[in-house]
């Protein structure tokens, strides 16, 4: 029995390192990567199971201000992800500092999409939206606490602004994670009836 066991927690560990083995998660910051644009994105970024991270600075100026960068000023960080097949998007949330604000409120409306962007302005497939309040609380789960996003290409887009003049640091986190296939759920099921009999016959 006690080699059984032995197998048994062999293969699994097999089977855990081989799902996990060649993960690595994605990250992307702007000081480095360059300032991320508008939709549709010019390149699809390839999360991998672990948690994938967008960091940069959110910038608005709707309205003409003294010490804006310019008038009308949007920097729109929008960008795309794809998951893998044999993953699950089952996380998002979004971290941030505000730096600086010249109205009272501050709050930026966030989309999560199916595809690449918004090929139809009338028709945008919005899978979830948020308004995030840059003066609450940080971090926030935008799109609800757990997820379960298979595999395909998704984007973040900015849906609008509230307030003028903020400025934001922030970090995205996806958390993604390898859905578990059949033949490793029927060895996993069978190690744990196995387990469950070992442990009543060593109490008898
Ligand atoms: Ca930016």
Do not use: C
């Not at 080699?3 to 000081?31: C, D, K, Q, W």
């Not at 919005?126 to 998704?154: H, M, R």
């Amino acid at each position: 029995m006690r080699r059984l066991m032995t197998l048994f927690i062999f293969f699994t560990g097999i089977l855990l390192f081989m799902s996990t083995a060649h993960a690595v998660p994605f990250t992307y910051n702007e000081s480095i990567g360059g300032d991320l644009g508008i939709l549709p994105a010019p390149t699809v970024f390839p999360f991998d199971i672990g948690v994938n991270s967008i960091s940069g600075t959110l910038s608005w100026y709707p309205d003409p201000q003294p010490g804006a960068p310019s008038a009308h000023f949007f920097d729109d960080d929008s960008f795309a992800f794809s998951i893998p097949s044999g993953m699950q998007l089952t996380q998002v949330s979004f971290a941030f500092t505000l730096q600086s604000s010249l109205d009272p409120v501050a709050k930026t409306d966030m989309a999560l999409l199916g595809g690449n962007g918004w090929p139809n302005p009338n028709l945008p497939p919005i899978l979830a939206g948020a308004s995030i309040d840059l003066k609450g609380a940080s971090p926030v789960t935008p799109f609800g606490a757990t997820l379960s996003l298979g595999p395909g290409t998704y984007a973040i887009g900015n849906n609008g602004w509230q307030g003028n003049g903020a400025t934001a640091n922030y970090q995205w986190n996806f958390i993604v994670t390898p859905v578990p296939e059949p033949a490793t759920m029927l060895l996993l099921g069978s190690g744990l009836v196995g387990l469950v009999g070992f442990r009543r016959k060593f109490k008898k």
